[in-house]
């Protein structure tokens, strides 16, 4: 063996990356791994070669709107939530809008199975030692454990009503559930499914969670409070830390590299992945990526993470020694989960049942500011939209911030660019504690507010946000960015 072999060896030797434990060995970067990313509004799964951070095509599960909305439509709805198999052979998508789970083969991109839960499931992931599969169905109050072999499912673990994601312990001794709709997340014995501890959350809204290699840390995000905690993993589960991260925190995961073990936070709202040691919580790093950043998972050797670009249609890739972004990937509308799944194409190109991206590639991004020129985000505008295709129609997203806490606004057209004259509501909404939202809205938006045909002009509208008042929109406090 030569000794720049051996060097090789060593310097990937760091070992334990998410959701793996410490002892387990690094994997380098290679062809055959891919990063998987679900997207809501296209319906599909991105498949992204990391060597060259490049996509190599899409699986696609269900078909835009308004396709989707018929009563005899077979195909997935809102594709969101993503887990895979301790062997890396197969990867679990959830399916928010039609209730399902769709077990994919890695290495042919075929769907093998799917398994239909109860109402609006989030996330899905294996036990670590490949028997069960556990699904958060945050829509009623239970997770879902379905046999990893037939895809059925064997019991239920009764919670409280909301159940947001779970992850395990890595030693599979215990499963993280935490909450979308109640302040607390629960320990479950994962040998007999019991409820063993309970740790209160700051908020009820907890979407992701994640838990550190060396089994001592269990880390989770609370989106509507802009906030992450961390709490021992094992008895007496004693809460370690709360962070204010910022509005629309969104996903956490564990890099362990060179320098320490990290957890890297999606801030939405900020449209930045802020980096925290694991051992003294100090922030070390504040990265910017892009619009709406979401779902982030490390490579298999810890020198990248891997962010979803909810509206930017994007992944960014980060080298986490630097903790700069080094690539942008193009991929489908408005991707939620990812998973970076090491060695997932044991041989082959791995490009069979992939199809191009399409009209899953087709967004238009705009931005709003402040009517007060002192009321601005540092950085850039409060809002970010995105107008994700759908033939003729788009699905608009709205990632909202820098408005007053938990009062109702409404997203809306006006007549002319200051945001005077009439307002049509496209949108009504109220702002979560941290005086944020994810606003949505469906129409022929794009052809109204971002019109290039100067004959067109006259009839052009313009994206503002007001406030309600006595049921109307009041004074106008954010108008569309020209």
């Known amino acids: 063996m ?155 673990i009764t919670t409280p009503a909301g159940p947001g994601m779970q992850i395990f312990s890595p030693d599979g001794k215990y ?31 907890c979407p992701n969670i994640a838990a550190t290699p060396d089994g001592k840390q269990v880390w989770f995000t609370l989106k509507d409070v802009g906030r992450t905690e961390v709490f021992e993993a094992t008895p007496p589960f004693a809460l370690l830390k709360s962070i204010d991260t910022g509005p629309i925190t969104n996903h956490v995961n564990i890099v362990k590299n060179a320098n320490g073990m990290f957890a890297y936070v999606t801030v939405g709202g900020q449209n930045l992945v802020k980096v925290f040691r694991t051992d003294t919580f100090a922030q070390v790093a504040t990265i910017p990526v892009g619009n709406l950043p979401h779902g982030i998972w490390p490579s298999g050797d810890g020198a990248r993470v891997y962010v979803g670009l909810e509206n930017g249609d994007a992944l960014a890739a980060i080298d986490t020694l630097s903790n700069k972004v080094i690539a942008q990937i193009p991929i489908g509308q408005a991707p939620q989960a990812v998973a970076y799944v090491p060695d997932a194409v044991p041989s082959g190109d791995g490009t069979q049942n992939l199809q191009a991206l399409g009209v899953a590639g087709n967004a238009t991004h705009l931005q709003l500011k402040s009517t007060s020129s002192d009321a601005n985000m540092p950085g850039g505008a409060p809002t970010s939209v995105a107008l994700f295709d759908q ?34 509501s496209l949108a009504n909404f109220m702002t979560n504690p941290a005086g944020s939202a994810i606003v949505n809205a469906i129409g022929q938006i794009r052809q109204v507010v971002s019109v290039n045909d100067p004959q067109a002009m006259a009839a052009r509208r313009y994206l503002v946000i007001a406030p309600q008042v006595d049921g109307k929109p009041g004074p106008v406090v954010q108008i569309q960015a020209l």
């Not at 992204?48 to 308004?66: A, F, H, K, M, Q």
């Not at 911030?401 to 009062?407: E, R």
Request: glycine share 10%; hydrophobic share 35%.
């Open 2 to 156: 030569s000794g720049a072999f051996v060097f090789a060896l060593s310097a990937c030797a760091f070992a334990g990356q998410a959701p793996g434990a410490d002892a387990a060995p690094d994997v380098p970067i290679s062809h055959r791994d891919r990063v998987y990313a679900a997207e809501q509004f296209s319906n599909t799964v991105s498949v992204t070669d990391p060597v060259d951070n490049r996509l190599v095509g899409v699986i696609r599960l269900g078909d835009p709107s308004p396709g989707n909305f018929s009563p005899l439509y077979r195909g997935q709805v809102l594709v969101h939530g993503m887990g895979f198999s301790p062997d890396h052979r197969t990867l679990a998508v959830v399916s928010i809008g039609s209730n399902s789970v769709t077990f994919i083969d890695t290495a042919t991109n075929a769907v093998k199975h799917v398994t239909y839960v109860g109402r609006s499931p989030h996330e899905a992931f294996f036990t670590p030692d490949g028997k069960e599969v556990w699904v958060t169905v945050r829509g009623e109050n239970y997770v879902s454990v379905l046999d990893a072999q037939t895809f059925e499912e064997k019991t239920r």
């Open 175 to 205: 499963g993280y559930v935490c909450s979308s709709f109640n302040p607390e997340t629960d320990v479950v014995s994962v040998a007999d499914h019991r409820i063993v501890g309970k740790v209160k959350q700051d908020s009820p809204f």
């Open 391 to 424: 033939g003729l129609l788009q699905v608009l997203q709205a990632s909202v911030t820098g408005l007053k806490p938990k009062q109702p606004y409404v997203l809306g057209l006006a007549d002319h660019p200051d945001g005077s004259g009439e307002i049509e």
